[in-house]
């Protein structure tokens, strides 16, 4: 018995539900893929600053100047003597110290991989997004006098994400379907 398009199903095909046109599903789709475009970006803006921090060799900039006379309480140093010095952020604070920037990494990429992979009901993919963009940004804000304002935009991306989420709940086309 030939399908829809006529063309005979064998044993060995794989089934393909196609949804009609005016159904949910396309619709629901739809919004997921607008939403994972600002949470993909999210992402790869948390995995550019956290190369970033990780590879720039000139995070930390100071001067070292060796005393060459001190006289009454005065040290003078010899223009030869003054050494510009630079270090990058785990040579000062050691490998430890990229775990705290590994966080907004993670919150990203589990709100991409819970876009990609949401097959649940309509609301709890909203308060997973929204709840990881609150997050973030708590994360900015507590880190804020120090990295935490390097994934701001990232930040930002995540909450837009999570917007787009949230209006395919209150789409007045998808509540009459």
């Given amino acids: 018995m030939p399908d829809r398009i006529g063309i005979k199903p064998s044993s060995q095909a794989v089934p393909c539900i196609v949804p009609e046109r005016g159904s949910m599903k396309i ?35 100071g001067v070292s100047a060796t005393p060459t006379s001190v006289d009454s309480g005065e040290v003078t140093a010899l223009r030869r003597d003054v050494v510009l010095v630079s270090a990058s952020f785990t040579e000062v604070n050691g ?52 990295f935490g304002v390097l994934y701001f935009p990232s930040a930002l991306a995540l909450i837009i994400a999570a917007i787009v989420v949230g209006l395919r709940r209150r789409s007045p086309r998808a509540s009459a379907a």
């Fill in 95 to 146: 490998w430890w110290a990229l775990i705290p920037m590994f966080i907004p990494v993670l919150l990203t990429g589990l709100s991409l991989m819970a876009m990609l992979t949401w097959k649940g009901g309509r609301g709890g993919i909203t308060l997973i997004a929204s709840g990881l963009a609150v997050a973030l940004l708590g994360f900015c804000g507590l880190a804020y006098l120090s």
């Fill in 27 to 61: 619709r629901y789709n739809v919004y997921n893929r607008v939403a994972l475009a600002p949470a993909a970006i999210a992402h790869l803006l948390a995995w550019a600053v956290f190369c970033w921090v990780l590879l720039w060799p000139h995070w930390y900039q």
